[in-house]
């Protein structure tokens, strides 16, 4: 059997990168990770012109499907959400400043990984099952039957209790 020899292999990180932005599919991906890259750079900039720099880590940005005007923050938790909301319009204002232009911005909360693990409890020991009445219960159980008349259906309930509860 002949095989034909292995090709050499000596292509150089360039040449990928270059595959990469030729290739149909995987260019596409190329190309949005740069633009979400100078995206998160724009709002990180946008931020610290407002003096919450200190957020820039805490947002995930992107746009809205189907729209490049409307952008789209998801942040973890409520109080960043709150206080972004609270200056949209100047930081809509400073990113068209920047060179970015966006009609609207919508900030919505992520949901958090729980930080709960739940585990199954292994040392609760079974349950033993109630052997009978105590004595206090039987006196009281006796009490009640003296009381009730000898042809009630209540006294033959109790008897009937008193008869198949043993201690």
Known sequence: MNFAPKPTR??????????????????????????????????????????????????????????????????????IASRLQQILPSLINELSNIGLHCSAIKVRIKPSNSA????????????????????NAKKSWQGLLEKLAPDSDLRKAVEALLKNKPK
């Open 116 to 135: 709960w693990e739940i585990k199954p409890r292994a040392d609760i020991p079974k349950q033993e099952k109630p052997k009978g009445l105590n004595d």
């Open 10 to 79: 000596k292509q150089t990180a360039q040449d990928w990168l270059d595959y990469l932005r030729d290739s149909n599919g995987l260019g596409g991906i190329l190309a949005k990770t740069e633009d979400l890259a100078k995206l998160k750079a724009s709002l990180g900039l946008a931020l610290a012109r407002l003096d919450l720099g200190h957020l820039s880590p805490k947002i995930e940005a992107g746009w809205r499907s189907g729209t490049q005007n409307e952008l789209f923050l998801l942040v973890g938790s409520a109080s």
